[in-house]
């Protein structure tokens, strides 16, 4: 089956009704988790951002919480998880402040986690990647913001 561009869904979804349109989003959330997510968000947490950025921060300590400390592999293996988990709520929000507030928090935790992430190069290199990322997306917002993003990566 061959996906149609967005145009012509957009063009038809206008002709639907809401009932129809109920229908179509129920559809969806069956088939894939991350669409189930994405409707929950738009549905019933997108009006509160900030409480939004607090369960995810909560999601990323429980991540931080459960890894296993036996060696780097494991460790380097939960980090990469916690990453993926994150970049896929900042998909569902697309806000600028969201991602850069998640991705901060993210740092702080890699940077104050036991045992230190100096003792191997692959989570240096995650960190580093991180803060390389949020750099760049701290130069695409207005200068205030940018001033307090950037004292907040100093602090790391």
């Given at each position: 089956?061959?996906?149609?561009?967005?145009?012509?869904?957009?063009?038809?979804?206008?002709?639907?009704?809401?009932?129809?349109?109920?229908?179509?989003?129920?559809?969806?959330?069956?088939?894939?988790k991350?669409?189930?997510?994405?409707?929950?968000?738009?549905?019933?947490?997108?009006?509160?951002?900030?409480?939004?950025?607090?369960?995810?921060?909560?999601?990323?300590?429980?991540?931080?919480?459960?890894?296993?400390?036996?060696?780097?592999?494991?460790?380097?293996?939960?980090?990469?998880?916690?990453?993926?988990?994150?970049?896929?709520?900042?998909?569902?929000?697309?806000?600028?402040?969201?991602?850069?507030?998640?991705?901060?928090?993210?740092?702080?935790?890699?940077?104050?986690?036991?045992?230190?992430?100096?003792?191997?190069?692959?989570?240096?290199?995650?960190?580093?990647r991180?803060?390389?990322?949020?750099?760049?997306?701290?130069s695409?917002?207005?200068?205030?913001?940018?001033?307090?993003?950037?004292?907040?990566?100093?602090?790391?």
């Amino acid at each position: 089956m061959k996906a149609i561009p967005l145009k012509d869904i957009k063009q038809e979804l206008s002709h639907l009704s809401s009932n129809e349109l109920q229908e179509i989003c129920l559809c969806l959330s069956r088939f894939k988790k991350e669409n189930k997510e994405l409707l929950s968000y738009l549905l019933f947490e997108s009006s509160n951002e900030e409480a939004y950025i607090e369960s995810v921060k909560n999601h990323i300590d429980e991540g931080f919480e459960t890894i296993n400390i036996d060696s780097y592999f494991y460790i380097r293996k939960s980090i990469r998880k916690i990453l993926n988990q994150t970049k896929k709520y900042i998909r569902y929000s697309q806000k600028k402040e969201t991602e850069i507030e998640l991705l901060l928090y993210f740092c702080k935790k890699m940077k104050t986690f036991k045992p230190s992430i100096k003792n191997s190069l692959q989570l240096e290199n995650i960190y580093k990647r991180q803060i390389i990322l949020i750099k760049k997306i701290i130069s695409s917002l207005h200068e205030d913001l940018q001033y307090d993003y950037n004292l907040a990566i100093e602090d790391l």
